[in-house]
């Protein structure tokens, strides 16, 4: 099967770390992988390439991954587009179904999530009762990544806030977190 008759798939997300995880799973299943790390890039490789699937991070650096929905949607209105974020809520989850999204997903999602966010899943995945407690693995790899984010990405700053040793984060870091 040449490259062509693949289906093709754009991952949109500034982390690297996680971007290449997802672009890995979907080579493995057979799909033909784009990447770009920011909204200019995607939208050039939407442009050149045209895939037919489309994972978008809600928060691209100081870009937003709603603006890379609606310009994907004015390419191409064809393409199935699913957002993800560590940030949810159901304002960001309505805004992105108003603007075409297919799916909207909470991270960690793992590649059968996003099938089957492209494959019309539930249009948006809204906070479960509240006797639906997220797991204690859940939760700090939550925190872990919201205070690495505060820090710039610096692990060796984060792994002070959090009072871990550098190299304890970073092995937590490594780790896919805990389904719940």
Known sequence: MSATELPSVLIVDDD????????????????????????????????????ERVVVDLRLGDDSGLDLVRTVRAIDAEARIVVLTGYGSIATALEAMRLGSTHYLTKPADVD?????????????????????????????????RVLADCGGNVSEAARRLGLHRRSLQRKLAKFPARR
């Open 16 to 51: 690297e770390r996680l971007r290449s995880r997802l672009a890995r799973a979907f080579r493995d299943r057979q799909y033909c992988v784009y990447e770009a790390a920011g909204v200019e890039e995607a939208e050039t490789t939407v442009r050149a390439h045209r895939p």
């Open 113 to 145: 999530d996003i099938e089957a966010g492209f494959n019309g899943g539930a249009s948006v995945e809204a906070p479960g009762p509240a006797h639906d407690v997220p797991s204690l693995a859940r939760v700090e790899w939550e925190h872990i990544n």
